[in-house]
């Protein structure tokens, strides 16, 4: 009998593997559809129960993080925490949800605070989209985006995509785990 190492076995068959799913990937997949559960169902009874427990405010979702005797499956969901953030990318809606410097909100960029010029400690942390638009649907708080390079807000930033109803994540349909 040969032996075969284990990236070899999870290859799929017609490769000469075993069609094994590597383990690391659906933990990691489950993770993030757990992490997707916090974020887009607070209102199932877990994910108020796990809120209230370790503190979950999905307000504060950029600065949560775990003890040392929380559980493993916390521990395991904040370890990926960041990484799942990075594929998140949020809908406008009124704004009031969407973290103006930390949230992927725009078409086919990163976040805001990874393009300004500016030192972070400098940075206010906590602004929501909506307190950047005003009334009309125009650029309010323009002293705080001057640190945006100037191609950004003349292309992306377009205040008038603020939709005044409704909120919530983008994505076509539910988070699936596939292989």
Sequence with gaps: MHQVNWQTVCLPKNMGGLGIRSLHNMNKAFLFKLAWNLLSNQNQLWVEMVANKYRF?????????????????????????LEFL???????????????????W??????????????????????????FIDE??????????????????????QPASIQRSGLGYDMESKYHTKA
């Design 106 to 131: 725009l078409d086919g960029m990163q976040n805001l605070i990874s393009l300004c010029r500016i030192e972070q400690d400098q940075m206010p942390q906590r602004n929501h989209l909506c307190e």
């Design 136 to 157: 009309a649907g125009m650029w309010a708080n323009i002293n705080t985006i001057q640190c945006i390079p100037e191609e950004c807000l003349l292309h992306d930033l």
């Design 86 to 104: 990075q594929h998140v990318k949020w809908t406008i809606g009124d704004g009031r949800t969407s973290m103006f410097w930390k949230d992927k």
């Design 57 to 81: 405010n999905t307000y504060l979702r950029h600065e949560i993080g775990w003890k040392a005797s929380n559980s493993r499956l916390w521990k395991d969901i904040m370890k990926i925490w």
